[in-house]
């Protein structure tokens, strides 16, 4: 692994100049009905008519922040359904799969007033961090240099329990990258706040797991186990328990091969029932919203982390499913995908969803 250390050596640079500004959003809106109660295990629609929201994560006080993949635009969005406009990333530059994608906050938010997007630029994909106040200031490229294509960007962030940030990249359509050491592409990586390789990491650098074709949700169960789901190609969608240095297959396998080489998945689905997206673990289960599949998988766990048999739920109701995040109450907030130009939009679309598992 050591060849993949050069590279991220590159990866700390000046302060990016972004153009953020802080005024109210001006399309979305909140239903009519979105005070109204809805019966347990119905999901209530929250905000109507964004432009695909992507990532979803939360401030301590239960706003969440809400990424627009196309408009650039980051959102805050309060448990009521008020929409207001954080900033517009102006270094963003949409194209295909890529554009606005993942955002984290920081788990020590009051002390720091760190926020993190994952964003596609004119050249690369990129982390940046910022503190936020009443606006996004003090921009810092933590990470640049992760490979972008029109298809297969990656782009999930997320905190995981030991305070580290995850991040997945995508293998762009160019497969031999996700076995490629050398490569930041078709990986998980794991750093700190300051974008260095994370103590504890498998080498001296950035990688947590490689052999992935296009990683969308990662998630932690109540024991620090990590779950990620993956894209298939052809034959397999995947959730997979993801280990330290673990090589997950692509592209040599898709699915479970069963070889001594490679981490097999906890749980396959045919590609046309899922394209696992966004994952999040509420109430025992993982909940893994589906784009192709237009429906929210629930994946009971079992005490040792194995996955019982999924449920599907609300197939065809609400569309393409992208966005999954576990609020600070327990509920979990679902961000539809029907106008990312291979959906259906219906009046209302895109909208932000609140389930109580």
């Known amino acids: 692994m050591s060849r993949l250390a050069p590279i ?37 629609t929250l905000v109507e008519d964004l432009p695909v929201p992507w990532g979803i994560a939360f401030l301590p006080g239960g706003d969440a922040l809400v990424t627009e993949r196309d408009t650039a635009r980051l959102l805050r969005v309060t448990a009521a359904g008020k929409v207001t406009e954080v900033g517009e ?14 955002v984290a906050v920081s788990p020590v938010f009051t002390e720091d007033h760190y926020v993190f997007l994952y964003f596609t630029s004119a050249q690369d994909n990129r982390i940046v961090r910022y503190r936020y106040d009443r606006g996004l200031t003090d921009a810092t490229v933590l990470l640049d240099g992760i490979p ?13 329990p030991d305070g580290y940030l995850y991040a997945s990249t995508g293998e762009t359509g160019d497969r031999a990258l996700a076995q490629d050491l050398g490569s930041m592409a078709g990986k998980i990586l794991r ?28 998630a932690w169960d109540p024991s620090g186990r990590m779950y990620a789901s993956e894209f298939g190609s052809s034959s397999f969608d995947e959730i997979n328990l993801i280990r330290k240095g673990g090589n997950y297959g692509w592209p040599e396998v898709e699915g479970a091969g069963g070889s001594p080489r490679f981490i097999d998945p906890i749980v396959t689905w045919s590609t046309d029932e899922a394209s696992p997206s966004g994952m999040a673990y509420a109430d025992g289960s993982l909940w893994v919203g589906a784009l192709r599949g237009r429906r929210l998988w629930q994946v009971p766990l079992a005490a040792d982390g194995t996955a019982g048999t999924p449920v599907a739920r609300f197939k065809g109701r609400y569309g393409r499913l992208r966005a999954v995040a576990a609020a600070p109450g327990g509920s979990l907030w679902i961000g539809t995908s029907n106008k990312d130009g291979r959906g259906s939009p219906v009046p209302g679309d895109d909208r932000i969803l609140v389930l109580t598992p």
Not at 27 to 39: G, K, L
Not at 90 to 98: C, Q, S, T
Not at 195 to 208: E, I, T, V, Y
């Open 8 to 44: 991220l050596a590159t990866a700390m640079v000046a302060a990016l100049v972004a153009s953020c500004s802080a005024a109210p959003a001006d399309t979305a809106r909140p239903p009519a009905s979105a005070a109204a109660a809805a019966p347990p295990g119905t999901p209530r």
């Open 89 to 102: 990333i102006g270094d963003v530059r949409p194209d295909g799969e890529g554009g606005l994608l993942g």
């Open 191 to 218: 750093m700190t706040v300051d974008g260095k390789p994370a103590p504890g990491n498998p080498s001296a650098n950035l990688l947590w797991s490689y052999g992935h074709r296009n990683v969308q949700g990662m």
């Open 148 to 160: 972008k294509g029109p298809i297969h960007n990656g782009g999930r962030l997320a905190f995981g």
